[in-house]
């Protein structure tokens, strides 16, 4: 099955559009100040106008009020809210309930018991994503262009559908793709030549070696 792919934080028009003409599935615009992909919601969705329709706009939020929801939501009209925080099981009924769109909650991971706080959001999220854990230091909970051990999605439950991020590159595709059973790939930092600053030839770099991993497990 094609894997989904999700690049995320964008913030030009030439990136969105690259991103799609190779095939994305998902974008992502980051609402978080602390980050260099951070954007405004009426920036976002100028970008997002472009692509409407051809793929799913994801808003990506930490910790986000309902005011700032409200902003997001009604000016970017976003297919996917990604909550990137510690929003509880309770807060994405509620925000589920409020807006009537899916909600993707995100996961951080560095060891085994990480996945065991995935129970209480089964049935609750909409979609799964899973990161790395932010290094020591750093002020975002994602994007931070590092990866986990991903032996570790085994002993994750098989009903549970998900998206792989943390520090995917054109060089460890081919392994994330064979090594874990991930429904998507999140990236951000692995197409990007300096933070917040998308490539465009790293997301060719990045579309063609999933093509062609796809091609050696036909
Ligand atoms: O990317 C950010 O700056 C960010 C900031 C705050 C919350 C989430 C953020 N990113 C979320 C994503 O979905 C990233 O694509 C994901 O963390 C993977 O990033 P990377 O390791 O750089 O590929």
Redesign the pocket.
């Known amino acids: 099955m094609k894997p989904e792919i ?4 964008l913030k030009t028009p030439d990136a969105v559009e690259r991103a799609v003409a190779r095939g994305a599935s998902h974008v ?1 615009f ?1 609402f ?1 100040p ?5 954007i405004s919601p009426e920036d976002a969705a100028e970008l997002a106008d472009r692509v409407r329709g051809q793929v799913k706009i ?1 808003a ?3 910790d986000a009020g309902d005011e700032e929801l409200d902003d997001i939501v009604s000016l970017l009209r976003p297919d996917i809210l ?1 909550l ?2 510690h929003e509880s099981p309770e807060r994405i009924l509620h925000l589920k309930a409020l807006y009537g769109l899916p909600v993707m909650k ?1 996961f951080s991971v560095r060891e085994a018991g990480d996945l065991d706080r995935v129970d209480p959001f089964i049935g609750v999220a909409d979609r799964f ?1 899973f ?2 854990k932010a290094p020591a230091g750093s002020e ?8 986990f051990d991903w032996s570790l999605m085994a002993s994750l439950d098989e009903s549970v559908e998900y998206m792989l ?5 054109k060089d460890n595709v081919a392994s994330a793709l064979s090594s874990t059973r991930a429904r998507g790939l ?7 030549s300096a ?2 600053v998308k490539d465009l030839g790293m997301i060719d770099a990045f579309f063609d070696a999933v093509n062609s991993s796809r091609r050696q497990s036909a």
Do not use: M, W, Y
């Not at 975002?140 to 990866?147: A, D, F, Y």
């Not at 999140?186 to 990007?192: L, Q």
């Open positions: 999700k690049i995320c934080g992502g980051i978080f602390k980050s260099p992909r951070n994801v990506v939020t930490v990604q990137h925080g995100a994503l990161d790395a975002l909970p994602g994007g931070n262009g590092v990866s991020s943390g520090g995917l590159n999140d990236i951000s930092s692995g197409v990007e933070p917040g």
